[in-house]
């Protein structure tokens, strides 16, 4: 598998989404080909909650750099749900791996549009 190097310097989109477990941080990086890395930071979380965040992230990125699309990847995520979380009522009460669907959609687009 041919994975794209990462730049030493990349820009990088932030969105802020609220979930049930609290704010979610969701941190795309890309260079000129389009997104290749993703980091998920939790609030004020930690513990168990970073760890996962870090293996999502890790994951993802892996996948970006792979040549999967963010569509591709949104497709795995979108309608993920837990047992805090309501995907049918979207918003703040979809889960954080639903709300990761939503970023890699957005992705790109005129936050004032």
Avoid at 38 to 63: N, P
Avoid at 77 to 99: I, M, P, T, V
Wanted: hydrophobic fraction near 35%; glycine fraction near 12%.
């Amino acid at each position: 598998m041919d994975l794209r190097s990462k730049p030493l310097v990349f820009d990088e989109t932030t969105a802020r989404v609220r979930t049930p477990c609290g704010n979610v941080f969701v941190i795309l990086g890309r260079d000129d080909d389009g997104p290749l890395d993703m980091r998920l930071v939790f609030g004020k979380a930690g513990g168990c909650v970073a760890t996962w965040a870090e293996v999502v992230s890790r994951l993802v990125s892996l996948m970006l750099r792979a040549g999967f699309t963010k569509q591709e990847i949104g497709y795995e995520f979108r309608g993920l749900a837990c047992q805090r979380g309501d995907n049918e009522r979207g918003g703040e009460q979809a889960s954080c791996l639903h709300q990761i669907a939503e970023v890699l959609d957005r992705d790109g687009q005129n936050p004032d549009s």
